[in-house]
């Protein structure tokens, strides 16, 4: 005899397989769209056409990209989507066009704006910036070039185990973001690569970096105004300018940097370890509320470094002084080596001098001898073993 369900069961039946359908996320694989993983030939009309199918979903969404290389030319991936679950999966390789010039004055390669909730995991991107590289370093007219990856006014992004290849200039930027975390990122270009920052945020709140190696030709991690409850942790830099606060100060209205704490970093053969920097010139900016903590520098040649009087070429800022206020900024556990005698040195704002600064179990050597220190307009305290010995 066959079973006999109660209309309530029946009922209950329907509701759950109805609603574990909604619930099932889909798969959009870009080669079913036309993308040809040969390196070769133009697969930006397969990814957008994935990506619009993905974005227009009820459902959470996935986009697969299979194994092999794939040809970009910039695409800008738009929201705001029907569902907050975008997953991009990653096998193999974006490739942007061997021609700098084709995506060179586009600012971005690949670009999310008013996007929630998109996670990228694993992949390679490959800027193949060395031409635009060699063009700007013969003293050419060249291009200004395009970031590989930049997410603008989105919220809610993961990117896990993502590498990017010589960028034509920054690697990754996050742009008026809030709730961004990265891990296991690997950034890699040539050390004397121009303006291929690492990682850089600016305007952005909720922002963590995990876990990451980054080896690139300006700072690994650049941090801009309007920054603040940024998380560094377990980061080796090198080759690379350091990690940076600023240049702020550049706009005399303009928002500061708050709440930022980098702590277990390496840095290798760096410009520099910790630096923060502004321009010699009135603005209402700050930077405040800094813990750099648990550092190892080999062979750095600025350690520590506050510039609040960087003016490049002289021009716009001789005879001013910086109106960026810095404080309440800690260095806490850092030992090693710095290529310079001066490994800790503190130029402030003869106007609004660096207050707040502490040095706790700071122990710094230049060839062997405990290395010197520097100090200008800077206010604070030193505790525990300090070396080079305080100036503050």
């Known amino acids: 005899m066959a079973p006999v369900f109660h209309p309530i069961t029946l009922a209950f039946l329907f ?9 099932a996320p889909v798969t959009y694989n870009v080669a079913n769209f036309g993308a ?53 999966q990653i096998d193999g390789t974006l490739v942007a066009p061997s021609d700098y010039r084709v995506i060179g004055n586009a600012g971005y390669w690949l670009l999310f704006q008013h996007v929630n909730g998109v996670s990228i995991r694993g992949g390679n991107l490959d800027g193949q910036g060395t031409g635009l590289w060699s063009c700007k370093m013969s003293g050419k007219s060249c291009p200004n070039g395009a970031s590989t990856l930049g997410f603008s006014n989105s919220n809610n992004i993961a990117i896990t185990g993502l590498t990017s290849l010589n960028s034509q200039i920054f690697h990754i930027v996050v742009n008026g973001c809030q709730n961004v975390k990265m ?29 990451s190696k980054i ?31 600023g240049s702020l100060g550049k706009d005399l ?8 704490t980098v702590k277990t970093v390496t840095f ?26 648990h550092a190892v ?49 503190f130029d402030c704002s003869s ?12 122990k710094l050597t230049f060839k062997n001898q405990p290395a010197q220190v520097s100090c200008n307009h800077a206010g604070g305290r030193a505790a525990g073993l300090v070396q080079p010995d305080s100036c503050l």
């Open 15 to 23: 509701f759950f397989v109805f609603h574990s359908s909604l619930a």
């Open 36 to 88: 040809k993983p040969d390196g070769k030939t133009d697969s930006t009309k397969a990814f957008l056409t994935a990506w619009s199918n993905a974005c227009g979903s009820t459902r959470p969404a996935s986009i697969y990209v299979p194994r092999g290389r794939f040809l970009l030319r910039n695409v800008v991936f738009t929201g705001p989507c029907k569902n907050k679950a975008i997953n991009i």
């Open 183 to 211: 891990q296991g990122v690997k950034v890699i270009a040539a050390g004397n690569s121009p303006n291929t920052d690492g990682i850089h945020v600016q305007l952005s709140s909720g922002v963590t970096i995990l876990n």
């Open 215 to 245: 080896q690139t030709g300006d700072d690994c991690v650049s941090i801009g105004p309007g920054t603040s409850n940024l998380w560094i942790e377990n980061v080796a830099c090198g080759p690379g300018h350091g990690i940076s606060i």
């Open 253 to 260: 209205q303009e928002q500061g940097v708050q709440n930022v």
């Open 268 to 293: 290798a053969n760096t410009q520099n370890g910790f630096r923060i920097k502004s321009w010699g010139r009135p603005s209402n900016g700050f930077a405040r509320n800094i813990l750099f903590q």
């Open 297 to 345: 520098m080999v062979n750095v040649q600025n350690p520590i470094v506050i510039d609040q009087n960087y003016c490049p070429g002289n021009k716009g800022c001789p005879g001013q002084v910086s109106g960026v206020k810095v404080s309440n900024v800690i260095y806490q556990d850092i030992h090693g080596t710095s290529a310079t005698q001066v490994a800790v040195k």
């Open 351 to 362: 106007k609004f001098p660096c207050s707040g600064i502490r040095l706790e179990n700071v």
